[in-house]
């Protein structure tokens, strides 16, 4: 079974200064953090903070969700913090 994202939830993760969501895989839950300097480089009108820096995400979504989707086809592991060369 792929990778998919059947939650659409999403958090700010102020200490990693990233967004988080899961991913999911059969029965496996699969983190993934998108850093500030990705959520940049995707958006680079986005400014600084919580608030925007979720809405960075949000409008984005489809394609941070692809390169968290190669990221993990490249090494199924748990974990994930992606970053902006993974964009």
């Excluded at 496996?28 to 959520?39: K, Q, R, S, T």
Aim: proline share 7%.
């Amino acid at each position: 079974m792929p990778l998919n994202f059947p939650n659409a939830s999403r958090s700010y993760d102020a200490a990693r200064q990233s967004v988080c969501f899961w991913g999911h895989d059969s029965a496996f839950e699969i983190a993934f953090y998108v850093g500030e300097d990705a959520l940049r480089v995707i958006s680079p009108q986005a400014q600084p903070g919580e608030v925007a820096l979720l809405e960075a995400f949000d409008a984005n979504r489809p394609r941070i969700q692809q390169a968290a989707s190669r990221a993990y086809a490249r090494r199924r592991q748990s974990f994930y913090h992606l970053t902006a060369p993974d964009f």
